[in-house]
Every structure is written in structure tokens, then in C-alpha cells.
């Protein structure tokens, strides 16, 4: 029996090891997959717009215009020129402006010895520039030329019947275009991607890539890359993963390399469960060894330390009988008589229990150590750099603790638990001047003598700023705000925090309503408060505030007599 129940764990943890590998080598491989695909799209439509540029380029050699300052310059008088040069402008700034890849467009017009671009207009013609980005005969796919590290489309306009060579239309390739369209892969820290011309051996950098990541690094022999590749690479001590795909058509090869611990990213909760697992795997193997050799004392050991718990004074003690054996019946009595002597007592012990727990929470809600600590800290820290402040922050700390430790009635005026609140929000303020910003609105006159329970704001301002200020690395903003109409007065407080989803959101409004929950926190405690006071009507709403961060609007009835 032993032998089976540890064959059947070992077997189990085996398996989970082999789920873990297979997890690793699948979450590889989509990330790989996915990687290939995006790449492979990406020089898919790199080269539909190369062939469309191509397309525009060669229908623009038949251009009207273009024909007439090549053959009838020396016959057109001065409106014409200038009326033909303007027409072709247009048209080469229409092919310009027509993909983001294009950086110029320009007609070389060999008769007359001009040039005219999409972005310099009319300027004498280059010949070495000419001769060096004509397309080499026999050269195949998207022909793209090398010129001063850029590359051109070029496409040349011969002379009918043997006559000579009239013009050029050259169409330079904007570099910055591609590097931010090769950003797009930028999508994980560390990772980036090349395009590489193996023409002309041009290497074009995504944007955003790492500098420390090079070329060299990544692959050596890059001309040897095929499509679909995926090669492995140790740079600077950190591992890469290269996926490559070669594009025929334009002679490029476009590497994108993403960091190998991205892949065990998914998976890191998993191989932590996965120890956990073996852990527990064998604990229970241990335990179950050990309670198949005491089977038959652990039951009077059981009763044994059961009555020592009594001794103690533990009448909470319970055996469970789950057999009709001799120890069954024992265990019954025992039991039965632990609850006869456990309810003669049960009500005064309970009581005593009670009334402990309700003056431990109320010695918490009167001082909050950290809060203490920390203005104790600062007060020390302002006390040695001979700050200013130090007398209005001790002030404002004296008022504070003085406020909340009095023994006073249970209601005061509004007025002064607003004051209370200006206070705390005055402390905090000096703790974090360059990180907070709070916003009061006057409080209504007609508001200010009415009777409220104490401690109603100070708990929502804490929340707000635990969530605005010390979770948050934006500077925080707190506001307060009141409303009054015929039914009910309404302080708001809002905060811009960015911790608050929607999941916490709908955890908390249901939290008001939990009726079940023993412990509660600050905002709970005042909205049971507020019913009980004023009704059920009353209370507290939790919404999100248009700033972000949590909306907390407390409404009481003003003409209720407390």
C-alpha cells in the first residue's frame, strides 16, 4: 500500500517536470513563431511598397512635361519652362509625399543639363552622381543602388531608335523611415532588430535598439542566413535568441533578436509552483509514512493530548469520530463532555475575548505607529539641518495627536473635524512637498455647526493618500469637496492614484455591504458607522474618479439629530 502511494507521487512530480519542459518549449516556440511572422509581414509589405514606388517611378517617365524639356527646351519660351517645370515639381512631390520611405524625388533631364526635385526644385545636374546610381545591366529584383551610404531607386529613359540616353528618375530612400518602422519590434526591453542591403552591405539599426547589442555579435556571417533561421548568441553575458528572414526580392535580411529570459518570463510562477509542488509531494510522502506506522497509537495519543488541552484550560477541543470502534465511543464521550463544561463558561470567556479585541482596535484607530514614526523621524532630520518648518510641523503634530486622543464626545461640530483634517493633510504635506498636492474647498457656513461622528475624514484621507502618494511614482493630488441638497450633505474626496484596477475597485463596493467580516478597515468601519447613524441610505460610495484613482463620497443626512 506504502509502495503504491509512493509510486503514484513520484510518478505525479515526473509529471510535472515534463509539463514544465513542455510549457518552456511551447512558450519558446510562439514567441519564436510569432517573431518569424512579424518579420516576415513586415518584409512582405516592404516590398508591395518598393514594387508600388517602382510602379509610380516608371509611369512618370512618360510624363507630358518631362517629355517637353527634354525635346522642345531650346523651341519653349520662358512661360512654358517655367510652366513645365512647375507640372513636373508637382508630380515628383506626389510621388514624394505618397510613402513615408521616400526622402526625394528628382528628375535628371540630361539636354538640358538640370535637375528638378521634390525638395530643391531646379539645380544644374550631378554627372557623378548620375553615373554612379544608374542601375548595372543585367541586375535583377528591386535594383536598389548605392549612393554615399543611401540607397536610390533609379530608372533611366533611353532615346527611341537608337537616339541618346534624355533623362533620369532617381528616388532617394529615407533611412530614418526605415529604423522607425524597424522600431516596431522594440517591443521587449533589450530587444531590437537590423535590416541589412546584402548588395551593398548598408546595416540600418532599429530605433530604440541597444546600443550594446551589435551587429558582429548577433551574427558574424550574416550572408549565410537563410529565411526561418534562428540562431543563438551569448552578448555581453546575456543570452539571444536571432530570428531571420531573407527577402529575394530586395536582397535584405532583416534580423530581429529578443532576450532568451523573456521566455521564462510566463513561466516563472510556474517553476516556483513546480518546487512547491515537489516540496508538498514529498512532505506528504513523509506524513503518510509516518501516520501508516503510529495507525494504531495515534488514536490514544490523540485522546491523551486531547485531555492535556483541557488541563490547559482549551475547552475548544473537539475529536473527530470517524469509526465505531472502541476509540470511536471514547471519543464521543470526550467530546460530549467538553461541551457541557465548555458551555458553562463559554459566554464569559467569549465576552472577555470581546471586549479585549474591541479596546485593542480602538487603542489602533487612535495612533497608527508609522505615522508616528515616521513624523518623529522627520522631526529629528529637520531638527539637525535647522529647517524652518520644524516648529509649524511639531505644531500641527501636537493638534493632531491631541485631537485624536482626547476623550471627548463621540460628535463634534463638522468645522472641527474638517480642521482635524486640514491638519493631517498639512503633515503629510511637509513630509512630501514635492509629491503631493491637496486641494480643500471651503466648507459651506450653513454646514459647519452641524453635529457629525468623529474621525469620519481623517481614515478616507489616509487612504487617498497611501494610494496617491507612497504607490505611486506621479505626483500625487488629493481634493475635497462638498455638496448639499434637500436629502443629504456630501463631502467628496478624490485622488489621482494609478494602483486602483477594476478588480480592486469592485473588491472594495462589495466590501461595504459584507456584513460577514469581522475585521474591517478604515473605510468600512466609517460607512457601518454612517448607516447605523443615519440610515441605510447613508454612507459611503466607492466610484473612479475622472482623475484616475479612487472617488470616496461620504454622505450623511445634516438635519438628523445625534
Do not use: C
Request: charged share 20%; aromatic share 10%.
Amino acid at each position: 500500500m506504502i509502495a503504491s502511494f509512493l509510486l503514484a507521487i513520484v510518478l505525479i512530480i515526473f509529471l510535472g517536470i515534463y509539463m514544465y519542459n513542455w510549457s518552456l518549449n511551447t512558450v519558446k516556440n510562439e514567441i519564436i513563431n510569432s517573431s518569424t511572422a512579424q518579420v516576415s509581414f513586415y518584409l512582405t509589405s516592404l516590398e508591395e511598397e518598393i514594387e508600388r514606388i517602382k510602379i509610380l517611378q516608371h509611369e512618370s517617365l512618360t510624363d507630358e512635361y518631362l517629355g517637353k524639356l527634354a525635346v522642345r527646351y531650346s523651341i519653349m519660351d520662358e512661360y512654358e519652362i517655367m510652366e513645365s517645370m512647375r507640372k513636373l515639381h508637382q508630380r515628383l512631390v506626389t510621388i514624394h509625399n505618397s510613402s513615408s520611405y521616400t526622402s526625394n524625388v528628382s528628375a535628371h533631364i540630361l539636354p538640358i543639363q538640370k535637375t528638378i526635385s521634390s525638395t530643391a526644385t531646379v539645380s544644374p545636374i550631378d554627372m557623378n552622381k548620375f553615373d554612379q546610381i544608374r542601375v548595372p545591366a543585367g541586375e535583377t529584383g528591386a535594383q536598389l543602388v548605392q549612393y554615399k551610404n543611401n540607397l536610390y531607386i533609379t530608372t533611366l529613359h533611353t532615346g527611341n531608335a537608337g537616339l541618346p540616353q534624355k533623362y533620369m528618375i532617381e528616388i532617394e530612400l529615407d533611412t530614418t523611415a526605415f529604423q522607425e518602422a524597424l522600431g516596431q519590434f522594440h517591443t521587449y526591453d533589450n530587444s531590437g532588430s537590423f535590416l541589412i542591403d546584402l548588395t551593398h552591405d548598408i546595416v540600418i539599426s532599429g530605433k530604440g535598439n541597444d546600443a550594446n547589442v551589435r551587429l558582429q555579435d548577433l551574427a558574424g556571417n550574416y550572408h549565410e542566413l537563410k529565411s526561418g533561421n534562428v540562431i543563438y548568441s551569448n552578448i555581453n553575458g546575456q543570452k539571444m535568441y536571432v530570428v531571420s528572414v531573407k527577402s529575394d526580392y530586395l536582397n535584405m535580411l532583416l534580423l530581429r533578436y529578443i532576450p532568451q529570459e523573456l521566455i521564462f518570463v510566463p513561466l516563472r510562477d510556474f517553476y516556483i509552483w513546480l518546487w512547491v509542488f515537489t516540496g508538498a509531494g514529498a512532505m506528504i510522502m513523509l506524513f503518510y509514512s509516518i501516520y501508516t506506522y503510529n495507525l494504531i497509537h495515534k488514536p490514544m495519543r490523540k485522546l491523551v493530548g486531547s485531555f492535556r488541552h483541557v488541563e490547559s484550560g482549551n475547552f475548544n477541543v473537539s475529536i473527530h469520530v470517524n469509526s465505531k470502534n472502541e476509540f470511536g465511543y471514547l471519543y464521543q464521550g470526550f467530546n460530549s463532555m467538553v461541551q457541557n463544561v465548555s458551555a458553562l463558561i463559554e459566554q464569559v470567556y467569549k465576552q472577555k475575548i470581546l471586549n479585549q479585541r474591541a479596546e485593542l482596535k480602538q487603542l489602533q484607530s487612535q495612533i497608527s505607529p508609522h505615522f508616528l514614526y515616521n513624523s518623529l523621524f522627520l522631526i529629528n532630520t529637520m531638527a539637525k539641518l535647522g529647517d524652518d518648518n520644524l516648529i509649524p510641523f511639531t505644531k500641527l503634530l501636537g493638534d493632531y495627536f491631541q485631537f485624536i486622543t482626547r476623550n471627548a464626545s463621540d460628535f463634534l461640530p463638522l468645522r472641527e473635524e474638517v480642521e482635524h483634517a486640514r491638519t493631517y493633510s498639512e503633515i503629510q504635506f511637509m513630509r512630501f512637498p514635492s509629491r503631493l498636492t491637496i486641494h480643500f474647498e471651503d466648507l459651506p457656513d450653513e454646514v459647519k455647526e452641524i453635529q457629525v461622528p468623529r474621525l469620519i475624514l481623517q481614515p478616507i484621507l489616509e487612504n487617498a493618500f497611501k494610494y496617491a502618494v507612497e504607490q505611486t511614482k506621479v505626483k500625487g493630488l488629493i481634493t475635497m469637496r462638498f455638496q448639499q441638497d434637500d436629502r443629504a450633505l456630501r463631502i467628496i474626496v478624490e485622488d489621482n492614484g494609478t494602483d486602483l484596477s477594476e478588480s480592486k475597485l469592485s473588491a472594495l463596493q462589495k466590501l461595504l455591504y459584507d456584513t460577514t467580516n469581522i475585521e474591517t478597515s478604515g473605510l468600512i468601519n466609517i460607512h457601518r458607522r454612517l448607516r447605523l447613524i443615519y440610515g441605510d441610505e447613508h454612507g459611503l460610495i466607492l466610484e473612479r474618479s475622472a482623475m484616475g484613482g479612487l472617488k470616496v463620497t461620504l454622505q450623511l443626512d445634516p438635519k438628523a439629530s445625534v
